[in-house]
């Protein structure tokens, strides 16, 4: 790819008119073809083919099938990743799976930018099991250290949903496995977001969402990776009949499935499944090397227009490119109103309690002269103080 | 309502021409509104209000709404039913918090006929707990006597999905508190089916799924009734930010949500539950003991059609209507190879192994005119051995 020249794939997405999109990160857009394709599983799947789509319309197969596609993405095999549930399930399986790996450790070692669900998750996990298990979140930047041979198993989010700010997934990966750790990476901000390589980082398990950079629609299903040469000693802590090797059998007892099928669990949702399929078409052929250069070049245009234009905001994300998932954050005591307003005036971003300013970068859909018309709203919203208008001061339940 | 007098709200629902349906026991039929419904879901919140659409669309809620609306079917107060997830997802909530209430106790008591992905997730906690629990599965009329002191939660399928065996709810409970047990129903092959009260049952938990007689779709959300009086003491297990008292205050530990708000885990399947919305729309004004008038009728007169035609299939569903839910099998050696024929030739029911035809009854889109022509071309198969034809014997994934 020549510097410069655009990755962008516009056409493929609905983005409204006169709207700067930079909550890719959160919900991604909606790709063209989502809604043709939930007409066509509604009316000629579920409609016509009724029970018979399961098999005629290849339904059974679907999170399989999607769960390759994103394998693609993650740098993992085919088979590999299954798809379905939402993310905090899946990080209850990994995370009960990786347990039993390590029966005779009781320490959790995640960090306190992680996002809370997955400290939740672990949370009630811990207190389910009530067997002394201890969840341990020390300040990202002490992770490393904390990696001690009490450690069962380590559990982090690879790109902070707050800061932007990346772990080092392969020496991190490495350390873990110095000390006889098992490792999770759940990739919710970086699957379609920053080159991952999970097969070669060795770690045992990852998980992700498909509703940010990778524009499955909103409640898309989440997915989980487990690496194969260990996915056939696995039992699922969540054991469904769709995990089991014969779901139509109707055995008594549960025998898994066969590798990562395993983590299957309750009967798809094919809807939002096949919304997910059609949108990762968007990503044929999109070389992840290419959007990273296209994510920093954008982050970093970015960062330098707001820095120029808005001396009220603070950099909160790792100056340096390397350092940064595919997201900008900016702190701001007033954060909160000053991001209702500056959606207001047609540039979306989100906003983080307590005071972060949130900008996703998704090459797909976005062009430097976004970049630019959106650092100059900010601009207008920040140095005329449009924020202090009452209108953006009252706070919803989501932000 | 006048006896004899149909209830179908067929005007409602897109059923294929030359197609009578017998299987909306595994997944309803499609409502008429579900496509224009989800077209407005995605172009219209998703598309044009992208994130924004958590408040303005009101997503955020659509949990909660959409399980009123389950309230109202199954006899269950407002705010006291989450939806979400899968159902095989909320037998393990239900069941994990119901253990916590009786910790002194180690038995689980269910019942052989119970659906299999029910008792594969009771293994799975149990495996996962790892504190001695042990799953009992005696024989469905047995499970009364075996409800004992030693039980610390009763857990059954209302209506068997394979016979449409109807336990009684009202007795099972009042026999599960007396020594002492926790209640938990599954409706699965209930809600919308038969009266349900579950509130007057007074017990603890009832889960089921949205996809059969709530035609809700492929993979439609789940639901979890917790009986109001206890919520607000249990600790849930999957302890996601969406049932967090504040998910987005981002905090680091979990606090539960207040009552039933607790029991969501995962950022919900919004598409799947806007369409599941939609089709709950068809039981406005349903009154409940109508419906089951009506499935009686059509059930006795298909037992009766189907006897006097077909001398080779033996029925295995009670004879007394008062015993069934909505539904009736019938045991044949040949039941798959036979169910494809009959399928092949127009009339859609399902299989279940080892030699089980089933039929389901859905008043809501079939009348007295559908059963007669069912029973027909049944009969047309099986006396005629339409059945033995080769392209009917392959077995696949799906039945």
Redesign the interface.
Known sequence: MTMGVSLTRKELF?V?EG?I?L?GN??G??PKG??ER??KT??E????Q??????SAG??ALPQVVGDQIAGLIGAPAGSVAT??????KV?QAL?AALTMRPERKVILSD?GN???D???A???I?????GYALR?PAPEEVMDAITEEVAVVMLTQVDY?SGRMHDMAAITKRAHEVGAVMIWDLAHSAGAVPVDIAASGAEFAVG?S?KYLNG??????FIYVRPDIVDSI????????G?DA????????RPANATERMR?????????A?LQEALKAWEGVDMADLRAASVRLSELFISEVEARCPELTLASPREAALRGSQVSFAFEHGYPAMQAL?DHGV?G?F??PNIMRFGFTPLYLDEADIIAAAEVLEDVMSNQLWKNEKYQTR????
């Open positions: 609905d409204p709207v999109y909550d959160s919900l857009v909606l989502a809604a939930a007409q509604i009316t799947e579920w409609g016509a009724l029970i018979r789509a399961w098999n339904w059974m379905g549930d939402t993310l905090s399930i209850y009960a306190n996002f809370p669900s400290l939740y998750m949370e009630g996990l207190k389910t099991l009530d067997q979140t707050r969402c509703y629609g909103p409640g898309a299903p989440a039992a699922p802590a969540l054991s469904g009949w769709l089991h779901p139509f059998a109707m055995e008594l007892n549960y669990v309750g009967t798809p949702p094919i809807l939002q499944l919304v959606i979306i989100d983080r309690a919803s339940r989501v932000t």
